[in-house]
């Protein structure tokens, strides 16, 4: 297991469109996180996974992002009708244990024009 | 609310110049405090975790050390390898479920 993929790496995308980017987590992780980061800042909680279960979803989430973890494995998250506030690094995370350090990925960079 | 306060923004060090980053916090009900590298364009990396006051790791020229209020990374003697920004963070437990609150960063820049 190489840590964790995600896919696409860069996403360009015209304002409006809707956009999947996918996260596949170290395999025996049952803990799943999505995290947004701009520049300059540190990554912002967007939603947390438990197996299948989608547990936590941030407030600052509006319902234009839905994320879902099918079988307890990959996980997608996708953002409808983009707006350029979209715009950032989406990271996906995976860990086995409640309070060890997460395992991040490389992050998709979207961008909105 | 939880809050993480990173100081500072920017560091630039001379090769060989020791020197702290400062990591601050007001949470209720500490679970953790971590802390990652994170090179441009990529995820952050796990470099230690702290769960108590008093309580110090260390890693290569990394030693990260917890207070009841702030946490520092000491860097000993660093090389350009270790250029990057550097991100605190701390859980706690919120409507049952653990959160993990992030800081903005130090970015450290080691000049050979």
């Known amino acids: 297991d190489t840590g964790v993929s995600q896919d696409p790496r860069h996403k360009i995308t015209k304002r409006g469109q809707n956009v999947t980017f996918r996260c596949d987590p170290i395999s025996e992780h049952n803990r799943l996180y999505w995290y947004r980061q701009t520049l300059g800042q540190g990554p912002e909680f967007l939603t947390y996974f438990q197996n299948e279960a989608q547990l936590e979803k941030s407030r600052l989430l509006s319902d234009r992002f839905s994320a879902e973890r099918p079988k307890g494995s990959f996980s997608t998250l996708e953002i409808q009708r983009t707006e350029q506030g979209d715009s950032a690094m989406y990271l996906c995370?995976?860990?086995?244990?409640?309070?060890?350090?997460?395992?991040f990925g490389s992050g998709t960079r979207l961008t909105v024009v | 609310e939880d809050q993480v306060t990173q100081s500072p923004e920017a560091l630039r060090l001379q090769e060989g110049e020791s020197s702290s980053l400062n990591c601050s916090y007001t949470?209720?009900?500490?679970?953790?405090l971590f802390w990652y590298r994170q090179d441009p364009g990529k995820g952050p990396e796990f470099l230690f975790t702290?769960?108590?006051a008093g309580e110090e790791k260390e890693k290569e020229r990394l030693k990260a050390t917890l207070t009841k209020k702030e946490s520092f990374l000491h860097i000993t003697a660093p090389k350009p390898e270790d250029s990057a920004t550097y991100l605190c963070?701390?859980?706690?437990?919120?409507?049952?479920?653990?959160?993990?609150?992030f800081g903005t960063g130090t970015k450290l820049q080691v000049i050979p």
């Open positions: 949470v209720s009900g500490l679970r953790g």
């Open positions: 995370a995976s860990s086995s244990t409640e309070n060890y350090g997460y395992t």
């Open positions: 963070a701390v859980t706690s437990y919120s409507g049952g479920y653990q959160k993990v609150t």
């Open positions: 702290l769960y108590s």
